[in-house]
């Protein structure tokens, strides 16, 4: 969704908005703008474009045509209004003393604007932004007091999930921000003040971060960062060191961000490993979560979006089979609105890279006001997610550039592979040279992972024969199941062609009748006690002229005599095969999607970030 820059300092301040925009293009977004306030005249430039950012860079040369060392920035994923150059943001009042950027969306913009509209002001635009610059210029000039007084009597007016980043022409040097239920980061560098939707345009300029909460305020100067409450009364925000690098997230020789993120997999899963493992006995005390404490849940409930949810449905079985605990599992969008029925000796988990997506927060909150003890499996540090549940479980994938999910994926796994084995621990279900051995499996991932990687020319190959699929199915049943959910996802999202996961017994109630001479199905079969069972469904669709890809374990070759195409995976431990068979259907999508021609890293429609519901 939208992404917010902003810097003050002693350099020039377009180009670095355009840097810090590219880092966030991965969000999402249709157009952009910017804003730089000329430190001689104090009149501010605003400059917008419709479509990527290189047009923007294009029209301003990179930013330099802008003059002055304080502004914003914006890149816009359109909500209220088309994406026109016009909608774009920075907005600002008639008279241009104040102007700025908003990510999110106010639910009661009519009504303000009505209410604006009467006292004389006028629009230009359909963005609900427009109202929010608008409302903070007539409260500045009703009151007469200071941006922070005026953009507090804004916050108490509005409704709905915002973050903001303003400048008013009378304060020169001067960045504010605010938010709800919306990311942003605060920066301090020397002599630099910046913000941001997250940390990565800062990282060239510094790690130390502050991450405001709902309803603060902060003001961004050359010199400092003073954060206030909505009192107007100044508040202490406690710095936080970030431990992402500049490389993070640049593309280092790789084509695309995705393809980059693959080949981390191995190094993000050690990474995420090593936070809970010392000296190869697990710990899950980093966050705040205690054996006896794991005793007293009787039921799990997951919830989550996307690949997200994906995870929580490999981890159903991973939990039910190795720690006999009852999992519940749901998409955070329906969840939300169904009035679940929850009992209360239970442990609510939410998986959520971004630790912003609005339907999770909002199932989070839902079952915090049940007094459910709530643990959160988030990768972003400071997010939202993070902050509000009772325990975190942080992933320790880095940030993640590319809108289809694949390092964050696979710790998010990790996370739910240990906390399964914690609870087995707990009720006694396992002996320690059980748990050994699963410490040992688990740290053979990466390995393993990097066995796969070496084979992808392999997978590419296939690739370039299947790119102009019309559509793609994905069988498999149990764990194999849920590695086909997040396989067809990957597919769809980046290739565009049109693709579903079944659970392999369940194809011949109705959708077997899609399958055709030549229709590419691809069957997941990596579970020993599932194996035949799933052979006998290929066979079913292999009789009906499907073209078929199996994945498998070294080992059953046998497979070959039903399947077309064979890729083999490293044997595991039965609950972690998840973890190597999505990385083949991972490349899989990357290739069919780098042969369509497409934007592998930012595919249409879609943002990394889903902040709206
Ligand atoms: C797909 C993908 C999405 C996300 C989903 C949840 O590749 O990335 O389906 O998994 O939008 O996002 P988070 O994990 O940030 O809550």
Known sequence: MCGIVGYVGSEQAGPILLDGLSKLEYRGYDSAGIAVRNDETGEFQIVKAKGRLHELYIKTDGGRTTKGTCGIGHTRWATHGEATEIN????????????????????????????????????????????????????????????????????????????LAVMFKEYPGEIYVARKDAPLVVGRADGASLCGSDVSPMLKFTRTVYYIDDLQLGKLTKDGVTFYNLDGDEIEIEPKTVNWDAEAVEKCGFEHFMMKEIHEQPKAITETLNAYIKDGVFDLSAAGIEDDKLKTYQRIYIVACGSAYHVGVAAKYVFEKMAHVPVEIDIASEFRYRDPILMKDSLFVVISQSGETADSLAALRLVKEKNIDTLAVVNVTGSSIAR?????????????????????????????????????????????DELDKLIKALYALPGQINEIIGDKERIQWFASQFSTSQDIFFIGRGIDYAIGLEGSLKTKEISYIHSEAYAAGELKHGTISLIDKGTLVISVATQDALYEKTVSNIVEVKSRGAYLMGITNSGNYNIENTVDFVVYVPRTEQYFTTSLAIVPLQLLAYYISLARGLDVDKPRNLAKSVTVE
């Open 88 to 163: 774009a943001h920075p907005h600002y009042s008639d008279d241009k003393n104040v102007v700025g950027v908003h990510n999110g969306i106010i639910e009661n913009y009519q009504e303000l604007k009505e209410k604006l509209t009467r006292k004389g002001y006028s629009f230009y635009s359909e963005t609900d932004t427009e109202v929010v610059i608008k409302l903070i210029d007539y409260y500045y000039k009703k009151y007469l007091g200071t941006p922070v007084d005026a953009i507090n009597h804004t916050l108490v007016r509005i409704r709905g999930a915002y973050s």
């Open 388 to 432: 509000e549940a009772d325990y975190v479980m942080y992933t320790y994938a880095g940030p993640e550039i590319a809108v289809a999910t694949t390092k964050a994926y696979s710790c998010q796994l990790i996370n739910m592979y240990l906390l399964s084995m914690a609870f087995a621990r707990a009720k006694g279900l396992t002996s320690a």
